[in-house]
C-alpha cells in the first residue's frame, strides 16, 4: 500500500480519536496485514499533522486493543498484530463477568437470535454433529434424573449443548458471540435459577425436542421450540429473582 495514501491529515477538533480510528479502520480491513509495520513515528505525525504526543498516545491505545505491538530495534516500530478470534469477544465477556449485562438484556438477545441459529443449524448439521447433540442429550438426561444433585452438571450440559448448535452454524459471529455467552451465564444461573427437580426434566425435554428437529432437518420447528425454551428458562429465571 502506498505511504502517501495510507492516511489524510487527522480531523483537528477530534483529532486523537481521528487518528486511532484511521489507524483501525486499515488494519480491520487487511489493507495493512499482520506482520507489517506501520511507517515511522515521523511520517506519521507529517500524514496526520499531530503532535508526537498525541500520535504516542493513539499508538498506545491501538496497542491495548491487540492491534499493534510497539517493537524496538532497527526493525522495530509499530507492528500490526494478528487478531486473536477470542479478542473480538473479550469485551463482551468482561460486561457479562461484571453484571452490566442484565438478565433482561440476555434474555431479549437469546429469545431474538437462539431460533434463528437453531434453525441454521437445523440445515447445515451433519451425521457428526447430530451424534455430539444426542451424546450431549444422554449426559444431560443422567443429570436431570440426579435430582438437585445434578443441577450444576446438568447446566453446564445445557451450556455446551447451545454452544454445539452454534458450532454447527459454521458461521464464526454466531460461534464467537454464543461460545463468549454460555461460557460466563453461570453467573446469572447461581443468583437467579431455580433448584427444582421438575423443571431440570422440562428443560431436557426441551432439549430433546430440539435435537430431534434438527435431526429431522425441521428448520421451522426448531426455531420454535429453542425459542420457546429459551422463554421457559428466562421465565424461572425470572420468578426466582422476583420471589415468586
Known amino acids: 500500500m502506498n505511504r502517501q495514501t495510507m492516511f489524510r491529515e487527522a480531523s483537528q477538533n477530534r483529532i486523537f480519536q481521528d487518528i486511532v480510528s484511521q489507524i483501525q479502520e486499515v488494519i480491520l480491513t487487511g489493507r495493512i496485514k499482520p506482520g507489517d509495520t506501520l511507517p515511522p513515528e515521523r511520517e506519521l505525525k507529517e500524514m496526520f499533522n ?6 504516542r498516545e493513539a499508538l498506545r491505545v491501538l496497542e491495548e486493543r491487540g492491534l499493534l505491538e510497539m517493537r524496538l530495534g532497527v526493525r522495530g516500530g509499530a507492528t500490526v498484530m494478528r487478531i486473536p478470534e477470542r479478542h473480538a469477544t ?3 465477556a468482561r460486561l457479562i463477568q461484571a453484571r452490566q ?3 433482561t438484556h440476555l434474555s431479549e438477545f437469546r429469545e431474538a437470535m437462539e431460533g434463528n441459529v437453531a434453525a441454521l443449524a437445523a440445515q447445515r448439521a451433519t451425521e457428526g454433529d447430530i451424534e455430539t447433540l444426542n451424546s450431549l442429550l444422554e449426559e444431560a438426561e443422567r443429570h436431570a434424573a440426579g435430582g438437585n444433585s445434578g443441577r450444576g452438571a446438568f447446566i453446564e450440559v445445557d451450556q455446551r449443548f447451545h454452544m454445539a448448535i452454534a458450532d454447527i452454524t459454521r ?3 454466531f460461534i464467537l458471540v454464543f461460545h463468549s455467552i454460555h461460557e460466563n451465564i453461570n453467573r446469572y444461573y447461581d443468583r437467579f435459577l431455580a433448584a427444582r427437580r421438575f423443571r431440570m426434566q422440562e428443560n431436557f425435554r426441551d432439549l430433546e425436542d430440539i435435537t430431534r428437529a434438527i435431526e429431522s432437518r425441521n428448520s421451522e420447528k426448531v ?3 429453542a425459542q ?7 421465565r424461572q429465571m425470572k420468578e426466582k429473582k422476583t420471589g415468586s
Open 50 to 55: 499531530t503532535s508526537r504526543g498525541t500520535l
Open 90 to 92: 473479550d469485551s463482551l
Open 101 to 103: 449485562i442484565s438478565l
Open 171 to 173: 458461521n464464526p459471529v
Open 223 to 225: 426455531k420454535i421450540l
Open 228 to 234: 420457546s425454551h429459551i422463554m421457559r428458562f428466562h
